[in-house]
């Protein structure tokens, strides 16, 4: 019995252990650009971070359908009480009575500005096992970020969760506007996970080939 | 050059005191005069405890409410007035006949959206940040000019009636990138 329940679970390691190899290879190489028709609402989770990652965001989401991406879940750094308004001023601006189903969900912030790598190591750590609980129940469809320490434990909590069969969301990742020559932290990690990779100068286009660039957004 | 001109000064809600005081350099005061401005807006974001203008010009200070106002006196036709922050940012931009602007993208954008002459002031003491790299590309596309606190007069200085428009950008190309890419759009 204890020989079969070893063997279960190393067939189950090995399954979860393919099926990363196939998604980054998948994903990598660009070949999982665009999901089946759906017409289903795409539940969404929101990476919010800090001041000028918020507002590009907002932005960037203003026209999205409501109707489509719902509910919303937007993921918030605790101490952050400036983006909490700016969610809460723009969800009540757009909906107007349509639509009120979005969700703040808290989660203590990954990378202060000019943290070090090797603590934010940990304090990233820290930020996956608060977030993990919220991400198994919500189980988003789609996971919208452009760039905030905030996003990249919530997109390796998706990734993993992909990975053990347990949710299917995409990642869809915006390179900040900033960013025109260069990528970002959060964007060098997200080469690998992401499934959709979108940069807003032409340049970086060239520089990671299976990144898109679709012309100016903001 | 017309007379008459004003100037807005934003450091968005960053700690930019360096550029703040670099306004009231006598250099400064006296090649804006020399550019036609007579009245300077200077959005601050911190609570400025003392404004630090040379002591050999006189002016005199006003408060009022949440702003305070200088007034050069012999023969420097120029006014300065300080707010910490506005709550209708646009409309100070929009009474400017120029910006002057910390690198911040949202406050750039907010800028070039009212196609207002702009120059960014690189805040050096935030190099790693990569705060430069946006200032640098919208400058190479000929839509502002950037400078540092330094340099701040070469800045000044510079034609800014050769920039360009920035474009309008189509607002619903990401709701249509994501219908796409989430099967909405097939």
Redesign the interface.
Same mark, same amino acid.
Request: glycine letters at 4%; aromatic letters at 12%.
């Given at each position: 019995m204890d020989q079969l329940q070893f063997e279960v679970i190393l067939l189950l390691l090995l399954a979860v252990v393919a099926r990363l190899a196939y998604m980054i290879h998948k994903i990598t190489t660009g070949s999982n650009?665009?999901?089946?028709?759906?017409?289903a609402p =795409?539940k969404t989770a929101i990476c919010i971070g800090s #001041? #000028?990652h918020t507002?590009?965001m907002l932005k960037? !989401?203003?026209? !999205?359908?409501f109707q489509?991406?719902n509910p919303r879940y937007y993921f918030i750094s605790s101490s952050d009480k400036t983006s909490l308004r700016k969610v809460t001023d723009f969800e009540s601006d757009k909906s107007f009575a349509i639509n009120k189903d979005y969700f703040i969900c808290y989660i203590p912030r990954s990378r202060a500005?000019?943290q070090s790598y090797i603590s934010s190591v940990f304090t990233t750590l820290i930020s996956v096992f608060y977030s993990f609980p919220h991400f198994l129940k919500i189980r988003p469809?789609?996971l919208l970020c452009n760039g905030p320490g905030t996003c990249i434990p919530l997109c390796i909590i998706s990734f993993v969760l992909k990975c053990c069969f347990i949710c299917n969301t995409?990642i !869809?990742f !915006?390179e900040?506007? =900033?960013?025109?020559?260069?990528f970002?932290l959060t964007g060098k990690i997200l080469i690998y996970i992401a499934?959709?990779f979108?940069v807003q100068?032409p340049y970086l286009k060239i520089k990671l080939k299976r990144s898109?660039y679709? #012309?100016?957004?903001? | 050059m017309k007379n008459g001109r004003k100037l807005f000064v934003t450091v968005g809600t960053t700690k930019f005191e360096k550029l703040v005081n670099r306004i009231t350099d006598v250099s400064i005061l006296n090649l804006l005069v020399k550019l036609g401005f007579d009245f300077v807006q200077i959005q601050t974001g911190i609570e400025l405890l003392q404004i630090s203008i040379d002591a050999d010009l006189k002016h005199t200070i006003y408060k009022k409410n949440d702003s305070t106002t200088v007034k050069f006196k012999d023969g420097l036709n120029l006014t300065l007035k300080y707010n910490r922050f506005f709550e209708e940012f646009d409309e100070e931009i929009k009474k400017a006949d120029l910006v002057i602007s910390h690198a911040g993208a949202g406050s750039c954008l907010d800028v070039l959206k009212h196609n207002k002459p702009l120059l960014v002031v690189i805040n050096e003491d935030l190099m790693d940040n990569h705060q430069s790299e946006l200032a640098e590309q919208l400058q190479k596309n000929g839509h502002l000019y950037y400078c540092t606190v330094d340099n701040l007069e070469d800045g000044l200085t510079r034609d800014f009636t050769a920039l360009k428009t920035y474009p309008t950008a189509d607002k619903n190309l990401f709701a249509r990138y994501l219908d796409k890419c989430c099967g909405f759009l097939n």
């Amino acid at each position: 019995m204890d020989q079969l329940q070893f063997e279960v679970i190393l067939l189950l390691l090995l399954a979860v252990v393919a099926r990363l190899a196939y998604m980054i290879h998948k994903i990598t190489t660009g070949s999982n650009l665009y999901a089946p028709k759906r017409s289903a609402p =795409c539940k969404t989770a929101i990476c919010i971070g800090s #001041g #000028g990652h918020t507002t590009e965001m907002l932005k960037l !989401i203003e026209n !999205i359908s409501f109707q489509h991406y719902n509910p919303r879940y937007y993921f918030i750094s605790s101490s952050d009480k400036t983006s909490l308004r700016k969610v809460t001023d723009f969800e009540s601006d757009k909906s107007f009575a349509i639509n009120k189903d979005y969700f703040i969900c808290y989660i203590p912030r990954s990378r202060a500005v000019n943290q070090s790598y090797i603590s934010s190591v940990f304090t990233t750590l820290i930020s996956v096992f608060y977030s993990f609980p919220h991400f198994l129940k919500i189980r988003p469809d789609m996971l919208l970020c452009n760039g905030p320490g905030t996003c990249i434990p919530l997109c390796i909590i998706s990734f993993v969760l992909k990975c053990c069969f347990i949710c299917n969301t995409r990642i !869809i990742f !915006i390179e900040s506007f =900033c960013r025109t020559k260069s990528f970002s932290l959060t964007g060098k990690i997200l080469i690998y996970i992401a499934d959709n990779f979108l940069v807003q100068w032409p340049y970086l286009k060239i520089k990671l080939k299976r990144s898109e660039y679709i #012309g100016q957004l903001l | 050059m017309k007379n008459g001109r004003k100037l807005f000064v934003t450091v968005g809600t960053t700690k930019f005191e360096k550029l703040v005081n670099r306004i009231t350099d006598v250099s400064i005061l006296n090649l804006l005069v020399k550019l036609g401005f007579d009245f300077v807006q200077i959005q601050t974001g911190i609570e400025l405890l003392q404004i630090s203008i040379d002591a050999d010009l006189k002016h005199t200070i006003y408060k009022k409410n949440d702003s305070t106002t200088v007034k050069f006196k012999d023969g420097l036709n120029l006014t300065l007035k300080y707010n910490r922050f506005f709550e209708e940012f646009d409309e100070e931009i929009k009474k400017a006949d120029l910006v002057i602007s910390h690198a911040g993208a949202g406050s750039c954008l907010d800028v070039l959206k009212h196609n207002k002459p702009l120059l960014v002031v690189i805040n050096e003491d935030l190099m790693d940040n990569h705060q430069s790299e946006l200032a640098e590309q919208l400058q190479k596309n000929g839509h502002l000019y950037y400078c540092t606190v330094d340099n701040l007069e070469d800045g000044l200085t510079r034609d800014f009636t050769a920039l360009k428009t920035y474009p309008t950008a189509d607002k619903n190309l990401f709701a249509r990138y994501l219908d796409k890419c989430c099967g909405f759009l097939n």
